[in-house]
């Protein structure tokens, strides 16, 4: 399975990264010698083998349903890249 | 102040808790020596000024009964320090100020240690050899232009530098013991659960486990000791009866049955390594321990398999990064046009490309034929470690199928530099604890280390295995400054 320029640029757009066509030419080689690599994997026959979702074979703990941080508005606001003391700002998202 | 200097972690805490050492005396001379190895680039994020008064705090009113009294520490710039700058090395991150400090992180504090400043690493951890990072190249102190390894490269060269009397990493497919076997200093990943990931920036988090860089096997056992604990905060930390695993110490390895994976004697590997590793058998017979040959048949998918989990794990966990609610934005003419512009500019090359990878095996359509596929190999990679596990105690292999290269000899070839891994990445693939220790020496004098795996939670047995052969093996070497010249 081979990865085209159109592929490359549909993975950009869905990874949100925008590239330039010589960055896409690039990325095209990089991805089809990762993937050549990648696909030795389909030497191995898996029919039968259960996939590995994690590796700590616990259940999720049950928490008590209570606020633990109080009053962060200001530390969660505090690294936000446009200045405003109340809402992170974006750009015009309605018309 | 040599002297000073030459002292493990552990040595130090006796020597402040004897009175005979200051914690002044002993962040003053690692601030001075810091300060004057600028050209390694280790360090992101100094903190001299505040160490060196945290330490006059510490030692107007010392408590003794610290496990790390006023000892100073720098730290591997993927944990999240409250008021101090916690980059990944990466532009996207260049200027974000954490209002939390991570559980791995605050342990330390809680128990004496003081921050000394960041170290350099590869961008959020995505890398083998430090080249990787927003901030530039971090050199090995065994040679000028050589790499530290990665992606703990800068806590690596820091160590080795004695910048620092010992740090802490992170590693997710070989981060932290890659960096200690290319500089001569002893890595521990411990088992998966077992340090809490609650305020490290997360890369792949089925994989990511922090874990100790020290000096010495000894200094290893304590600052695990201090690192691991059961956190709430993390969904995945394991609560499970921690050994206290500095006093616990000890040679006695008699009767233990080591396994040697004959998969990991793989082609091109340098006759040095093979010896090494020869050595590494006679050392553990020496001491009681059984040989025992063992058989992991599919170690060769291992560095594949991760090569879809980690960028598909790294593509969701680094979707938070759009220029809203913190660090880097690039202006864009509309919302979606902001987020291709900032991830574009605030990501690095490396970085980008396992989200791009990430992305397409987690896509419509490639999903089961990429993503399935890696987690059933994963399954049976982990099945042959529980095999082994039936048979042995511990497993012995290679650090690294190579010693440490220059700078820009991989950094074209990603496949190549991937393979650099293909020891480390299964012991993450399974969750289990794995430890890195200097063994010699190649043709070059460049460090090569010996891995001792162990059984899920078994960390105080390859710390016992690592303490006798580290006895045994007697490593030196001798760094002789040249980048203060």
Redo the contacts between chains.
């Keep these: ?1 081979s ?1 085209d320029l159109k ?2 640029k549909h ?2 757009k ?6 330039d066509d010589q960055k896409a030419k690039k ?1 095209e080689k ?2 089809n ?2 993937f050549k ?6 030497q ?1 026959n ?1 029919d039968k ?8 074979e ?1 259940t ?2 049950f ?1 008590k349903d209570q606020i633990e941080s109080k009053n ?1 508005r200001e ?2 606001l ?5 200045d405003n003391k109340d809402y ?1 700002v ?4 309605v018309e | 102040m040599t002297k000073l200097l030459d002292l493990s972690l552990a040595q130090l805490v006796s020597k402040v808790k004897s009175k005979d050492i200051s914690s002044k005396e002993i962040t003053a001379t690692y601030v001075e020596r810091s300060k004057k190895s600028k050209k390694l680039n280790s360090y992101v994020e100094e903190t001299f000024e505040s160490a060196l008064n945290l330490s006059e705090k510490f030692d107007m009113k010392p408590d003794f009964n610290k496990k790390l009294p006023g000892i100073p520490f720098a730290i591997k710039d993927l944990f999240c320090t409250k008021n101090v700058k916690t980059t990944a090395s990466s532009k996207i991150l260049e200027n974000f100020i954490p209002t939390y400090e991570s559980s791995v992180t605050q342990n330390l504090w809680n128990e004496g240690a003081i921050l000394l400043g960041k170290l350099n690493c590869d961008e959020f951890a995505m890398g083998s050899s430090n080249e990787t990072s927003y901030f530039g190249n971090v050199i090995s102190p065994i040679d000028d232009n050589l790499v530290p390894g990665g992606s703990s490269g800068g806590s690596a060269s820091a160590l080795a530098a004695k910048l620092t009397p010992a740090t802490i990493g992170t590693d997710t497919g070989g981060s932290i013991r890659q960096p200690a076997s290319f500089t001569g200093t002893v890595g521990l990943k411990p088992t998966y659960g077992s340090c809490s990931r609650y305020g490290i920036v997360a890369f792949a988090s089925s994989l990511d486990q922090a874990g100790p860089m020290t000096r010495d096997v000894k200094d290893c056992a304590l600052l695990l000791e201090v690192m691991s604990s059961f956190d709430p905060k993390d969904s995945t930390s394991i609560n499970f009866k921690r050994p206290n695993y500095f006093s616990d110490l000890n040679k006695n390895i008699k009767g233990k049955k080591i396994g040697i994976p004959k998969e990991y004697r793989v082609d091109g590997m340098p006759s040095e390594i093979e010896k090494l590793w020869e050595n590494g058998k006679e050392y553990l017979k020496d001491c009681g321990a059984e040989i025992i040959d063992i058989s992991l048949p599919h170690t060769n998918y291992a560095l594949p398999t991760y090569y879809i989990v980690a960028p598909a794990e790294a593509s969701s966990n680094l979707a938070r990064y759009d220029g809203v609610k913190y660090g880097f934005r690039a202006d864009g003419e509309n919302l979606i046009d902001m987020y291709e512009k900032t991830r574009s500019q605030g990501f690095g090359d490396e970085v980008k490309r396992r989200i791009m990878i990430g992305t397409y095996v987690l896509s419509s359509g490639y999903y089961d034929a990429y993503y399935l596929k890696a987690q059933k190999v994963r399954k049976l990679i982990k099945n042959d470690f529980d095999d082994a596990f039936n048979k042995v105690d511990a497993i012995l292999t290679p650090s690294t199928p190579s010693s440490a290269f220059k700078i820009g000899d991989k950094s074209n070839d990603p496949v190549s530099m991937y393979l650099n891994d293909i020891f480390t990445v299964p012991v993450n693939l399974a969750g289990l604890p794995g430890i890195s220790i200097p063994a010699g020496l190649d043709k070059n004098s460049y460090p090569l280390g010996l891995q001792i795996i162990g059984k899920p939670f078994d960390e105080q047995g390859i710390l016992d295995i690592a303490y006798s052969m580290e006895e045994k093996i007697n490593f030196k070497l001798d760094i002789n400054d040249w980048w203060m010249k």
């Design positions: 399975m990865i592929t490359v993975i950009s869905l990874s949100r990264i925008s590239i990325l990089d991805l010698s990762i690599w990648i696909e030795q994997l389909n191995l898996t083998v259960e996939p590995l979702t994690s590796i700590a616990t999720l703990r928490r962060i530390d969660i505090k690294n936000s890249p446009k992170f974006v750009p015009k998202v």
